[in-house]
């Protein structure tokens, strides 16, 4: 019987304890919040999309944006159709929404917390509520994990699941990239995912608030279409935020050496020339109106004086008035709304944490450490992330589980 040490009480901590411990082995979780799985009790808004009913590996893959082949292994040992049976199994009953969406049917994130903390206290993991804030080694080799208050917890392995950086008031306050530095790992640096969009644009005041479905968007670097995607996405008193634009984020490392924008297709449905003939109706039924009373059918509310500001067209112009070559720059205008986007909101509120611990270093069939024989990672402190969906709490199962099996 191995003395296994799991610092981190989060679902990959949980899940990795858990299976260490079905394998008959001594297992501890280090958890420096009041309770585990606090994350997970916020993520989904409450409603916790604990995965994707994605079960092609290829597909699941092709959804992680950083290092996705690393996940292979790790993905074959536990797909999402193995999270929805291990759920069900604990008394979690799910359902499959938009997109593949996979939630619990009760909408609670806590059932799924719960079931986590439960399966583990079942399987014999014990428990410990202190920081884990160094390692004490010996000829390379991990001999104890020591805890702020001073105390040594011995092991045989240990495991660092501590999440990334992001709602620190979970527990996700990057304590883990500094015990992986202590070892000798290089952490590649954090920076927000699935996060909100800062825009300098005068008009975001105007806009704060305005919730846009069934749009477009491409996410440009210095003109160049990197990301595209479709669905929703809301204006805030900082930028924009929205599924899309969370999936969006992902494709930005950082914001040196490149100008990015996001361009919003607002009725994706239209061609360029069936949008012409819809604005050409609406003008014609308010031929003697000025053009700012006249788009009301076509667009939002709060969205006509942007779109009028940026038209360059006259407001009190009568619309028999507005010539075909200011008519088709509205269209254009109305296919390509520009938002310039100048920095990630605060990491501390974005879903997830990227960068992290160098896949270099891991192996990925195990998730053992290639610099400590007895080190183990699972989670959000490895760097990788996926898109919004489910996939990134699959990657804390399967790595999770994965590392569970492998100590």
């Known amino acids: 019987m191995k003395k296994i040490v799991v610092i981190g009480g989060g679902a990959s901590g949980l899940m990795a304890a858990a299976q260490s411990a079905k394998n008959g082995n001594d297992v501890v979780v280090i958890e420096k919040m009041p309770r585990c799985a606090l994350k997970v009790r916020i993520t989904g808004k409450g409603r916790c999309n604990l995965t994707n009913a994605c079960f092609d590996l290829d597909e699941l893959i092709s959804n992680v944006v950083t290092n996705p082949r690393f996940l292979y292994s790790a993905f ?125 644009d ?57 100008e990015y924008s996001v361009l919003v297709d607002l009725k994706p449905a239209l061609d360029d020339k069936t949008l012409d003939k819809r604005i050409l109706r609406d003008f ?18 709060k969205l006509i004086p942007v779109i009028i500001s940026r038209s360059g067209i006259e407001p009190d112009l009568k619309v028999n008035e507005i010539n075909r070559e200011s008519r088709l720059k509205l269209g254009r205008l109305i296919k390509n709304f520009k938002i310039r986007i100048t920095d990630f909101y605060d990491i501390d509120a974005a879903i997830v944490t990227g960068g992290g611990v160098s896949v270099n270093e891991i192996e990925p069939k195990t998730m053992k450490s290639k610099l400590v024989d007895n080190l183990y990672f699972a989670g959000e402190i490895i760097d990788v992330d996926a898109y919004t969906g489910g996939f990134n709490l699959q990657i804390a199962f399967s790595t999770g589980v994965l590392c569970g099996k492998s100590m």
């Open 76 to 200: 074959s040992n536990f797909m999402p159709y193995d999270t929805i049976t291990f759920f069900n199994a604990l008394g979690v009953d799910t359902k499959i929404e938009r997109g593949g969406r996979v939630f619990p049917v009760s909408d609670r994130a806590a059932d799924v917390a719960d079931a986590l903390i439960r399966n583990a206290r079942n399987s014999g993991v014990k428990f410990i509520y202190n920081r884990a804030v160094a390692f004490e080694t010996e000829n390379g080799m991990i001999k104890a994990v020591v805890l702020e208050n001073g105390t040594k917890i011995p092991c045989d392995c240990a495991a660092i699941c501590t999440g990334g950086k992001s709602y620190p008031a979970t527990g996700s306050d990057g304590n883990g990239y500094a015990l992986a530095k202590s070892l000798g790992h290089t952490i590649q640096k954090p920076r927000p995912c699935l996060s909100a969009l800062v825009s300098s």
């Open 202 to 258: 005068d008009f975001i005041q105007d806009l704060q608030g305005l919730s846009l479905k069934n749009v477009s968007i491409r996410l440009q670097k210095d003109g160049k279409t990197v990301y595209t995607d479709f669905g929703e996405m809301l204006f805030t008193h900082f930028g924009i935020s929205g599924p899309v634009i969370l999936s969006a984020s992902s494709n930005i490392k950082d914001f040196n050496g490149g």
């Open 284 to 301: 014609s039924e308010n031929c003697n109106k000025n053009f700012a009373n006249s788009l009301n059918a076509l667009l939002p509310k």
